[in-house]
């Protein structure tokens, strides 16, 4: 089924000559056919979702909301093949040759039926008509209208369905059917009949014993029908219920009932016949003004409007929108501009209302009042109970045309007193919150905006010829305010209001990143105001959260690492964490990972350091790094089991559990966790945390040799080691120096990697450490290799050799055969290369060690061409790249494919070549090393020009 249409309408899809079924949930389930026949239904959950979509006819009911209702949000695997299975059994129950009754629309399902179709449509349009008629003072019609309503309710709704959602709408329904008694009582009373509805009340009163509105309805029977003692003992029962279960006692309005009774009040004793509502001569224009520079936002203004479309025929109740996002990101200014673009289309008026969520909530009661108001009610007509003001603000807006704009809502149970029951009427919410809970027409979680959209909202306030002289200082402003759309209002307003500065100037003062927040305010408009609304509305478990995020200053964290830093459970701070989702403080980038926006990460720092508990703070920032160290350090195990791993874990004072990672897992870990680790070596060092500064640097090690990104490797080690060296750890500085060494290797900077790799020869072998000492050796040995000194790389690979071969230390004996095996082809000598390379691949397969028999495959490979055994030198070095690949070595991958793409070459396999480079342009991507990928680029460039030649 496609998307509806303005026309579309249930009724098309109904039998022949209007005929179709009729759907009863106002008691147990029921469905009958025209002959007034009922229809067998199967059992279970097939019952319980028919029921379900019954709530919403018309409507598209998800998959997704259908499975957690049927299943309590614990569904089995098979839930949706289950779902499927029951929408079937219903469609075979309930269909006929001319109907269609259930619907598969996009992501879900709809029962096609019209409002009338089903008891409770019909019990409502009954209702709505009854308020009608008592408005325009035909009490006696509106009596029979409310009685016909109430006739349809055969007990409780659904009854006999066991489903934890629909019990939950069955306590909504059946607040209903109590508005409607008290409805009926009022207008029965007003027409006189005190004696006859005595009776009644008291069953009522009975079985609602402490719904307030009804016992005051009985007393007033009572008492109209000359009993006045019984309307004194039942107010005295109900102020003893109230006290004993409550601890409360009756609302004022029923004291004040019971104060007219003793003193025999002939107004309460004598039929009261109510006038009608005055005319509705008023047609409230309450809307803001619009924002004369609105930039941007087109495709969100375009789908709020058309979701307040009125008049399309869809059986809603209300066309609601609700509007989400943080403060700043620009919810009033959207909603205003949509509901004035809609307003033409609410002929009966415009209201608004600023329910202040986030500072001091208007009660529900006290905004109908102002709803009402605007509405044109007297004060003397607006009752002082919420129920009847919602009820008297329904009746008001049954038959008009009329947009509601409500700003700034707390949350659902604020606003869902204040929506009209009108299907004519919209309602446009916003809130900071996601009101997930209030069930909406459309929902919008507004983002920041694009780069296109804050230069073009920046340019229209600051002026075009002013931002095209100075692009780049532009970019650096805009850069600060992230797409926030009030930092860039304030931005651009701090220019328009100093016509001498240069947009230079304000890019100076906001690189500042302390000085952020006080200089994004001008006038009344401050970014620090309008963060601090949405935190001081948080738990205090929250806050603290919050500000510990900012002290924390990641990019980004995953649940795991937050708990640690909350020094909770993870199931604890993923509850935590999603509140301040919800109420917009950080984003949700996926299921279990959390980022801030960045200027109010900057507000969570400042938050923390001006009001956190310092010695609580370092201790969650030592509880993260170790939580990160020893997660690195039993990952690079599972990466290289046996190559040598200094001792990278906390030390022993810290209690952090580390995540445990899969074998095939830990690249994506990795690739997920770098940008977090990088700017947590900082935070060690900002800390003081120098022990763990430097082990976490070097826990890196073991990733960069599998996955690349050597040019951050580079600062993240040079960082690593001046806290090795601050702190005299002469074991940490070596390390850090092989470390740095091969990143400045990796980076071409081979005159600091030789001066590196040197003092790292050096230091282990103050320390009298032989393995640290045989690793230096081969390292140097690489880097002359790399840097084309092949007799040089030959002496230190030697050098190395001996030492493994002395020490026992077969992993790297066998990584120096491979290597000697190398650079003896690249001397000319082949054949003692591959002699060199077989040897090196026997130890590693003796090991075990599938990263070591890579290696020496593709050096074999490479011997292999050199002697001009073309086949087998392509067997060799696709197994090396097999290897490589099932073990998501992306760096060695890529090297390999690029040496194999030559072997191609030499076979004439044009195509294979040209797929092997663009296989290692890929891989090299994902590092984001540009030398490499212009290497490779320019060698497939070569292949094309071959090709051609």
């Known amino acids: 089924m496609t998307r509806r249409g303005r026309n579309w309408s249930p009724d098309r899809f109904c039998g022949k000559g209007g005929e179709t079924l009729r759907f009863d949930i106002l008691g147990p389930l029921e469905v009958r056919n025209a002959d007034d026949v009922a229809v067998r239904l199967p059992g279970g959950r097939a019952r319980a979702l028919l029921a379900l979509l019954c709530v919403s006819p018309g409507r598209v009911v998800s998959r997704d909301r259908l499975i957690d209702a049927l299943w ?32 598969t629309s996009g992501g879900g399902y709809l029962l096609v039926a019209a409002d009338d179709h089903i008891d409770l449509g019909r019990a409502r349009g009954l209702i709505a008509q009854a308020r009608a008629l008592r408005e325009k003072g035909d009490v006696a019609a509106a009596a029979a209208r409310m009685a016909d309503a109430l006739a349809l309710w055969r007990g409780r709704a659904f009854d006999g369905i066991e489903c934890a959602t629909l019990q939950v709408e069955a306590g909504t329904i059946e607040q209903e059917y109590v508005d409607g008694l008290e409805l009926l009582a009022e207008l029965e009373l007003s027409l006189g009949r005190h004696g006859v509805l005595v009776g009644r009340l008291t069953e009522w009163a009975a079985r609602y014993p402490l719904r307030e509105g009804l016992q005051a309805l009985l007393m007033r029977a009572l008492a109209g029908s000359g009993r006045q003692s019984e309307a004194i003992a039942a107010y005295h029962e109900l102020r003893g219920r109230l006290v004993e279960e409550l601890g409360v006692d009756p609302a004022p309005h029923l004291q004040q009932l019971y104060a007219s009774i003793l003193s025999g009040d002939r ?17 409230p224009a309450q809307l803001p003004a619009d924002t004369a520079d609105f930039t941007g936002r087109g495709e969100q203004a375009r789908e709020l409007g058309a979701a307040l479309m009125p008049g399309t025929g869809r059986p809603v109740a209300v066309a609601l929108s609700a509007v989400s996002g943080g403060g700043g990101v620009g919810k009033t200014t959207l909603a205003v501009h949509v509901a004035h673009r809609v307003a033409p289309n609410y002929p009966d008026g415009q209201l608004y209302l600023n329910l202040r969520g986030m500072t001091n909530p208007l009660r529900p009661a006290d905004a109908l009042g102002y709803l009402l108001a605007g509405l044109g009610v007297p004060d003397s ?29 707390r949350d659902a149970a604020q606003v869902r007193p204040l929506l009209p029951g009108s299907a004519t009427c919209g309602v ?23 780069e296109s959209e804050s230069y073009s909202l920046f340019a229209r306030i600051v002026g075009p010829d002013r931002v095209a002289a100075e692009p780049d200082a532009t970019r650096a402003v805009l850069r600060v305010c992230a797409g926030l759309p009030l930092a860039v209002r304030i931005a651009a307003a701090r220019l328009t209001s100093r016509p001498t500065w240069r947009i230079a100037e304000l890019a100076s003062r906001l690189s500042d990143r302390g000085r952020q927040l006080d200089e994004l305010k001008v006038g009344d408009l401050a970014l620090r105001t309008c963060f601090e609304v949405s935190y001081a509305g948080l738990p205090l478990s929250a806050a603290r959260a919050f500000r510990l995020l900012g002290a924390i200053d990641l990019p980004d964290i995953g649940v795991h690492a937050a708990a640690e830093l909350l020094d909770d459970t993870v199931s604890q701070a993923s509850d935590i964490l999603e509140s ?48 990160y160290l020893n997660t690195c350090g039993s990952t690079v195990r599972i990466m290289d089991p046996r190559a040598p791993h200094f001792p990278l874990n906390a030390p022993a004072h810290t209690h952090s559990h580390p995540a445990m990672i899969t074998a095939g897992k830990y690249v994506d870990w990795f690739e997920t966790e770098r940008p977090a680790i990088v700017s947590l070596v900082d935070r060690a060092v900002e800390y ?11 826990a890196l090690g073991g990733f960069h040799k599998n996955c690349g990104f050597w040019h951050g490797g580079v600062r993240v080690n040079e960082v690593g080691l001046a806290s090795a060296r601050k702190i005299g750890d002469r074991a940490g500085e070596a390390w850090l120096m092989n470390e740095l060494g091969i990143a400045y290797l990796r980076t071409r900077r081979f005159t600091d990697a030789a001066e590196q ?25 690489l880097m002359h290799r790399e840097s084309g000194q092949f007799e040089a790389a030959v002496r230190y690979y030697e050098r190395s050799l001996e030492v493994m071969q002395r020490i026992g230390d077969r992993y790297f004996e066998g990584l120096c055969l491979s290597n000697l095996g190398d650079v003896s082809r690249q001397l000319g000598a082949p054949a003692d290369g591959a002699r060199f390379c077989e040897r090196s691949i026997a130890i590693s397969r003796d090991l075990h060690d599938e990263a070591g028999e890579a290696a020496g495959l593709i050096h074999l490979g490479l011997c292999y061409r050199d002697l001009g055994r073309l086949s087998e030198s392509v067997i060799t070095q696709e197994a090396a790249v097999a290897i490589w690949r099932r073990n998501h070595n992306w760096f060695h991958e890529a090297e390999g494919l690029y040496k194999l793409s030559e072997t191609y ?45």
């Open 72 to 103: 309590d949000c614990s569904p089995p695997a098979s839930a949706t093949t289950r779902l499927q299975g029951f929408v079937s059994d219903l469609r075979r129950a309930l269909s006929t040759e001319s109907e269609i009754v259930i619907l």
């Open 267 to 283: 107004d309460v004793m004598a039929p009261e016949v109510q006038a009608p509502l005055p005319p509705r001569v008023l047609r």
């Open 381 to 409: 007509r607006i009752a002082a109970d919420l129920e009847t003001r919602a009820a008297l603000f329904r009746s008001l807006l049954a038959d008009r045309r009329v947009l509601v704009v409500l700003d700034d809502a």
């Open 428 to 450: 446009l919410i916003t809130s900071r919150n996601g009101l997930a809970d209030l069930e909406a027409s459309r929902r919008l979680d507004l983002d920041v905006l694009t």
């Open 580 to 627: 301040l989702v919800d109420a917009n403080l950080l984003r949700s980038t996926t299921a279990d990972r959390y980022s801030f926006h960045d200027l109010l990460r900057g507000f969570a720092r400042e938050l923390e350091f001006r009001n956190g508990n310092e010695e609580d703070r370092v201790a969650a920032v030592r509880r993260v790094l170790a939580w």
């Open 688 to 698: 003081d945390a120098h022990d763990l500064a430097w082990r976490l640097a070097a």
């Open 757 to 781: 790799l040197e003092q790292c020869l050096r230091a282990w072998t103050e320390l009298g450490d032989q393995q640290g000492r045989g690793r230096a050796l081969g390292n140097l040995g």
């Open 905 to 949: 070459l030499e076979l004439g396999n044009w195509q294979s070549a040209a797929e092997s480079c663009e296989r290692a342009i890929s891989l090299t991507g994902r590092v984001g090393d540009q030398d490499r990928i212009d290497d490779f680029r320019d060698r497939l460039r070569d292949l094309r020009r071959e090709k051609r030649s």
